[in-house]
């Protein structure tokens, strides 16, 4: 039985054989990038640059760093859900190697994701362009899963417009970054927790398991417990492990678990369009318009619409009739249609979540 809420100090790929298959909701892993670096990089005043310079981040050669991959992800597979998700993030010199093996081992891509860096490390050689990004690889275990997405959250979290594909988020700094007793970063590819916030935010669930194999100083575990998702860690690191279990042991959970999940409408009780007429919340006779004033129909006792335009005479439900005013073949009525509220337009489907809102 997964014993969650630990970490698990040892190396990743036996540590997740020992696991239940099928056992875990969603992954986030941060593998090593495999940085090929070639002596010291030092700034233009002489010092130097604190990068990542440590054992577990060399490799022999690509074909060692391929077979390594291959044996992580394979035992992510297995670990998974049939419906569970994977997230990796890594950076050029590795993730088009790692999207490849996902790949060859049945993984789906369902999104690659832009995380742009506001305050990113400049090139202080001036070679090349600086490096201002990072790439996250979004992927359902199966082609056909039925994968979670939190569409509404993540449109609620970007001020009500839909998320896109790049995340412009600050890296790690200040007090979030751990450090040790000389002011030395504790680990040098600490991620923000925001941006982990969004990853878990979107594709779970209260209560549900996440599980990281390269876990560091608990990034993904304290957020996971702040947004009341279970978690599980593996480190083989034990340095890594004390400071993220005093991290995690420090990190508070919301108080009111009822606030940290959004189901999809889809899953919210259905409320007929014929509910906010008979409420009174719209009367018979009132004019309904799309967003633009392009088109406009009227509002029937029964909770219907009736409009005449340009494409004939229309009646039928909110979707219907907004779908044929417009020559579409499919349209959502509750966005589509707006009414006017002393001088403003507002969607109809304000008045089916003041019901729903109700009920609950």
Known sequence: MLEPNRILLGDCVSLMNGLPAGSVDMVFADPPYNLQLGGELLRPNHTRVDGVDDDWDKFQDFATYDQFTRDWLGAVRR??????????????????????????LGFWILNDIVWRKTNPMPNFRGTRFANAHETMIWASRDKDARYRFNYDSMKNLNEDLQMRSDWVLPICSGSERLRDDKGQK?????????????VILSSTRVGDVVLDP?????????????????????????????????????????????????PPKRQAPRIPFGAVV?????????????????VA?????????VGVNHLGNHAGSIHRVGAAMTGLPACNGWTFWHFEDHGQLKPIDV????????KH
């Open 351 to 358: 008045l089916r979540e003041q019901i729903r809102a109700e």
């Open 186 to 198: 504790v680990h040098p590819t600490q991620k923000p927790e925001a941006l982990l916030y969004r």
């Open 79 to 104: 670990i998974l859900k049939p419906d569970g998700s994977l997230w990796v993030i890594g950076s050029y010199h590795n993730i088009f190697r790692v999207g490849a093996v996902l790949q060859d």
């Open 297 to 305: 129909a009227h509002v029937k006792a029964d909770g219907t619409l």
């Open 214 to 262: 390269f876990f560091g100083t608990g990034t993904t575990g304290a957020v996971a417990k702040r947004l009341g998702r279970k978690w599980i860690g593996l480190e083989r690191e034990e340095g890594y492990a004390k400071m993220a279990q005093a991290r995690i042991d420090a990190t508070e959970e919301a108080p009111d678990p009822t606030l940290l999940d959004a």
């Open 278 to 294: 008979e409420r009174g919340l719209l009367r018979p006779g009132v004019t309904l318009y799309d967003l633009r004033k392009r």
